[in-house]
């Protein structure tokens, strides 16, 4: 199925790397461990780790299955 979530020819797996990056910059700039950040946000450090490398949350996934299949940007979906 192509992907037509996102502009260009950069494969799922890219993009989610460069979120869990971006994550992992943020909490950083803040100087915040992944163990802080858990007690921030209650989400399990566990998680926040896989968020950090790439594997996101499915509910992340499903959206971009569904850009994928209605062939738009996913910031159609995320746009409010």
Sequence with gaps: MPQYYRSGTEP???ILR????N???????RSL???QLSELTGIA??????????RLDSQISTLV????????PLAV???S
């Excluded at 460069?18 to 990056?21: A, H, N, P, S, Y």
């Excluded at 994550?23 to 700039?29: G, H, S, V």
């Excluded at 450090?45 to 968020?51: C, E, G, L, R, Y």
């Excluded at 299955?65 to 738009?72: G, Q, S, T, V, Y």
């Design 33 to 35: 461990t992944q163990k």
């Design 65 to 72: 299955k569904f850009a994928e299949a209605l062939e738009i």
């Design 12 to 14: 799922l797996d890219e």
């Design 18 to 21: 460069k979120i869990g990056t």
């Design 77 to 79: 979906l995320a746009d």
């Design 45 to 54: 450090q566990a998680s926040i780790s896989s968020f950090e490398n790439g």
């Design 23 to 29: 994550l992992r910059n943020e909490r950083a700039k």
